[in-house]
């Protein structure tokens, strides 16, 4: 398998593993169950998860009143969307 393949598929599951947690963690919270830390929320959307992680908190309205999802969220998706736009246009970048 190539590396972009490989790429894709990693934040493709990242992604949806940072949408679920979020609608989990809603569950948990309106049926008063053990929750996910909100350091596991952080380090999914760090690792990559961070458009899914976005999403389901608008989608679920999970976490939106806390400043630090407000601005946490969409800043770390704004450096992923950065970052590979400089990979992307890097001349640096060997496609295998």
């Known amino acids: 398998m190539d590396v972009i393949k490989t790429i894709i598929i990693y934040l493709a599951v990242m992604n949806v593993l940072g949408f679920a947690i979020m609608g989990i963690d809603k569950w948990k919270a309106a049926h008063r169950r053990w929750r996910i830390p909100e350091l596991h929320l952080f380090l999914v959307s760090l690792l990559g998860g961070s458009l899914g992680s976005f999403m389901g908190m608008h989608i679920f309205r999970h976490k939106t009143k ?15 969307i950065l970052v590979a736009a400089y990979l992307i246009g890097s001349e640096y970048v060997v496609i295998m």
């Open 66 to 80: 806390h400043w630090y999802f407000r601005i946490g969220f969409p800043l770390i998706l704004a450096v992923h």
